[in-house]
C-alpha cells in the first residue's frame, strides 16, 4: 500500500469516526433498536448520501466513488465500534456487491444511482446469507410470466428484509439459477419482522407469492453471483467484526484503569492483565486478518475465495471472544440491561451466524478445490 493510499484511508477512518461520536451514542443504539426499521432515517440519509459513504464500491459511471472495498471495510469497522444500526451492510455489501457481479449494465444504471446517493435501500434475499453454501438448491422458484417472470416461495432470514426498498433474490429456473430484482411494493410480497437475539440488525421472513420480478443478468448465473457476493460480505463483515472487537477491548480495558477491589483497581491484578492482553492481541490479529483479506478482494487475487472463509473463521472467534471476556471483566454489571456490554456481545454471537459458522467456513475451505 502507497503511502498516499494509507493516508487517505486513514482520513476516511477519521471523517467515519467523528461523525459517530459526534451524532451516535449508546442511547441513541438503545432507541433505535426498538424501532421497526431499525435505524435512523436522517442519520442515514447523512452517512450514505452528505457523506458519500455508500458510493464508495460502485464505478463512476453509477455515481459511485470509484475506490474499493478496503474504504468500506474501513467503514464498517468504525461503524461496528459504534456499533452504527443502519442498513449499509444489506444495500452496500449485499446487494450493491449482488448488482456489480451480475454485469447487467441496464440494471446497473437503473438502481445502483440510488444505492449510491443513499436514496436506495436494498438487501439480497438468500439462504446463504444465513448458511454460507452456495451450492444448495436455491428455495425460491422463479416461473414465466407473460415477459417476465415470477417468484413463489419463502426466505426466512432476510438482513433488513423489512425495510429495504429492493429486494435482489437468488431464485430456481429449473435447471439453473439466476438473481432477480422485486421492488418491495411488488404484488404477493410478504415481509415479516423477525424477533432475534441481535436487536441492532433487523431480519425478516420474506414470503414471494407469484412476486412479479425483473431477472439481474443471464439465467444459469445465479451461483456464480452469489459465490461473489458472499465472498464479498466473509471479508467485510470480518472488517466490522475487527472493529467491533477492538471496541469491547477498549471498554474492558477502561473499567479495568477504575474498579477497585481489595484496596487496588483490578487492572493490577495478573489475571486482568493476563485477560486484556489476551484480547488485544486477537483484535489486533483480526484487523489484520480482515484488511489482508480486504487487498486480496481489492487485488482480484485467486485466493480470495480462501481469504473470505479465512476471515470470517478467524475473526468470528477474535469477536466473540473479546466480548465474553469483557463481560468477565465488568462481573455482575456486565450482565445486566443497563450496561451496554451485552449489546456488543449480542452483535458477536449474530455476526458469527450471519454467513455461516466458523466450522462451516472450514468445512467449505475444504471444497474449495472442487470449485
Known amino acids: 500500500m502507497t503511502s498516499e493510499r494509507a493516508e487517505e484511508l486513514a482520513d476516511l477512518r477519521a471523517l467515519v469516526r467523528d461523525f459517530l461520536s459526534d451524532k451516535w451514542s449508546e442511547q441513541r443504539i438503545r432507541e433505535v433498536m426498538e424501532t421497526g426499521q431499525g435505524f435512523d432515517q436522517d442519520l442515514w440519509a447523512q452517512f450514505a448520501g452528505d457523506l458519500g459513504l455508500a458510493s464508495l464500491p460502485f464505478p463512476a459511471a453509477f455515481g459511485g466513488a470509484e475506490t474499493g472495498w478496503t474504504e468500506v471495510g474501513v467503514v464498517v469497522e468504525e461503524a461496528g465500534r459504534a456499533l452504527f444500526c443502519s442498513p449499509y451492510f444489506a444495500t452496500v455489501v449485499l446487494a450493491g456487491a449482488a448488482l456489480l457481479a451480475s454485469g447487467d449494465t441496464a440494471v446497473q444504471e437503473k438502481y445502483l444511482a440510488g444505492i449510491a446517493e443513499g436514496s436506495l435501500r436494498a438487501t439480497l434475499a438468500a439462504p446463504e446469507v444465513a448458511g454460507y453454501r452456495p451450492g444448495d438448491r436455491a428455495p425460491l422458484e422463479a416461473t414465466r410470466s407473460g415477459q417476465g417472470w415470477a417468484l413463489h416461495g419463502e426466505v426466512a432470514q432476510v438482513v433488513d428484509g423489512s425495510s429495504a426498498e429492493l429486494i435482489l433474490a437468488i431464485a430456481s429456473t429449473g435447471e439453473d439459477t439466476a438473481l432477480f430484482a422485486v421492488p418491495a411494493d411488488s404484488s404477493g410480497l410478504a415481509r415479516t419482522p423477525l424477533t432475534t437475539l441481535d436487536a441492532t440488525r433487523k431480519l425478516a421472513r420474506l414470503d414471494f407469492n407469484g412476486t412479479p420480478a425483473e431477472i439481474v443478468g443471464e439465467v444459469g ?122 449489546l456488543w456481545f449480542k452483535r458477536a454471537q449474530s455476526d458469527r451466524l450471519l454467513l455461516g459458522d466458523p466450522a462451516m467456513h472450514l468445512e467449505n475451505v475444504a471444497e474449495l478445490e472442487t470449485r
Not at 461473489?228 to 474492558?252: K, N, P, T, Y
Open 221 to 342: 448465473a445465479g451461483k456464480q453471483i452469489l459465490r461473489r457476493v458472499l465472498d464479498v460480505a466473509a471479508i467485510v463483515l470480518a472488517a466490522e467484526q475487527s472493529g467491533s472487537a477492538a471496541r469491547v477491548v477498549d471498554m474492558a480495558v477502561d473499567y479495568a484503569k477504575v474498579r477497585s477491589q481489595f484496596g487496588a483497581v483490578i487492572g493490577s491484578f495478573q489475571a486482568i492483565k493476563h485477560k486484556c492482553a489476551e484480547m488485544l492481541m486477537q483484535a489486533e490479529a483480526a484487523q489484520a486478518t480482515a484488511y489482508t483479506a480486504l487487498a486480496a478482494l481489492d487485488d482480484q487475487e485467486a485466493d480470495t475465495p480462501l481469504w473470505a472463509h479465512v476471515a470470517q473463521v478467524y475473526c468470528s472467534d477474535a469477536y466473540v471472544h473479546c466480548a465474553t471476556e469483557n463481560i468477565h471483566i465488568h462481573g455482575g454489571m456486565g450482565y445486566t440491561w443497563e450496561h451496554p456490554a451485552h
